[in-house]
């Protein structure tokens, strides 16, 4: 059974760089999409970028400019980095995958993780 | 974008009632829709794919149909555990877009 699990800092201050990372086991990288959500306490769920393992990224517009999604093929992880962040960016974030060259169902998310933006 | 809407925002019901929750797409999706529930705290969790296909795992209860740019999610009876927040979702093309989600709470 594939599982994902995101981890990275909680707090990050406003104008400072948003770091997670998702750690991908019981299954292989390849042959699928990458991606992260986000989800702002109480409301709902916007997709941020996905990552192919061969590096092939794709953005949502509304954060392209702020955005990378890095790959480590090695340690079966892939990464978020989100720049410039405010307090419009405290969300919990997650990290799901879905197949290639298949319409867009995500099977399989991590738990999430909570990043709060605050000096 | 295409956008996504979802009725009711929320409603109350009693185990064992049948539960109907609409989605709307602002364009026509074929049958490119998934179906989540997302219980409180936890990640979303795919029930239903090709607007009516059941995923793996999910209990028979849940059922879907639609297409175009209507949807519906039908719970026929509904559980304890069927208490969440249920999100539609396109899935034609980047990028995916989610409903404002309807959450079904106790009568």
């Known amino acids: 059974q594939v599982q994902l699990q995101e981890s990275g800092p909680g707090l990050v201050k406003p104008s400072e760089t948003l770091s997670l990372t998702c750690s991908v086991s019981g299954g292989s990288i390849s042959n699928y999409f990458w991606n992260w959500f986000r989800q702002p306490p109480g409301k709902g769920l916007e997709w941020i970028g996905y990552i192919y393992y061969s590096g092939t990224t794709k953005y949502n517009s509304s954060l392209q400019s702020r955005v990378t999604i890095s790959v480590d093929m090695s340690n079966s992880q892939f990464s978020l980095n989100l720049n410039s962040v405010t307090a419009a960016d405290t969300a919990v974030y997650y990290c799901a995958r879905h197949v290639v060259y298949t319409p867009l169902y995500f099977d399989f998310w991590g738990r999430g993780t909570l990043v709060t933006v605050s000096s | 974008d295409i956008q996504m809407t979802q009725s009711p925002s929320s409603v109350s019901a009693s185990v064992g009632d049948r539960v109907t929750i609409t989605c709307r797409a602002s364009q026509g999706i074929s049958s490119w829709l998934a179906w989540y529930q997302q219980m409180p705290g936890k990640a979303p969790k795919l029930l239903i794919y090709?607007?009516?296909s059941l995923q793996t795992g999910v209990p028979s209860r849940f059922s879907g149909s639609g297409s175009g740019t209507d949807f519906t999610l039908t719970i026929s009876s509904l559980q304890p555990e069927d208490f969440a927040t249920y999100y539609c979702?396109?899935?034609?093309?980047?990028?995916?877009?989610f409903g404002p989600g309807t959450k079904v709470e106790i009568k």
């Open positions: 090709a607007a009516s």
């Open positions: 979702q396109r899935a034609n093309s980047f990028p995916p877009t």
